[in-house]
């Protein structure tokens, strides 16, 4: 077994799965996971379903993949964010309780 986490041993390509089984794609449902996901509920969702719309080929992909990149850039900045307001007490005791 590699030593790679699940989610990035996970395939989960859309369209393959659509033409060997032959099912519809229901993209609508993915704009709407993807934002209310965005507006701040709780929905899990891995990096192989998000690999989908990388190279959108619709108006509908393109708002997909806008609402992921927006959800990454909000998560990375809230984790700086915590990440900083983490280090301040280290930083606040390392100068003997003095800043400046």
């Known amino acids: 077994m590699s030593g790679m ?3 990035a041993l996970v395939r989960q390509n859309l369209r393959e ?3 060997l089984y032959g099912a519809n794609i229901a993209y609508d ?3 709407e996971l ?3 996901r965005l507006e701040g509920e709780d929905i899990k969702a891995t990096r192989a379903l998000e690999d ?4 959108p080929q619709s108006d509908l992909e ?4 806008a609402d992921i990149d927006a959800y990454r850039a909000k998560r990375i900045s809230e984790w ?4 900083k307001a983490a280090r301040i007490p280290q930083i606040h005791s390392a100068h003997g309780g003095r800043i400046g």
Do not use: D, P, Q, V
């Open 5 to 7: 986490c699940y989610s």
């Open 17 to 19: 799965l659509a033409r």
């Open 29 to 31: 449902l993915f704009a």
């Open 34 to 36: 993807f934002r209310r």
């Open 52 to 55: 989908n719309f990388a190279e």
């Open 62 to 65: 393109r708002r997909i993949k």
């Open 80 to 83: 700086e964010t915590g990440e």
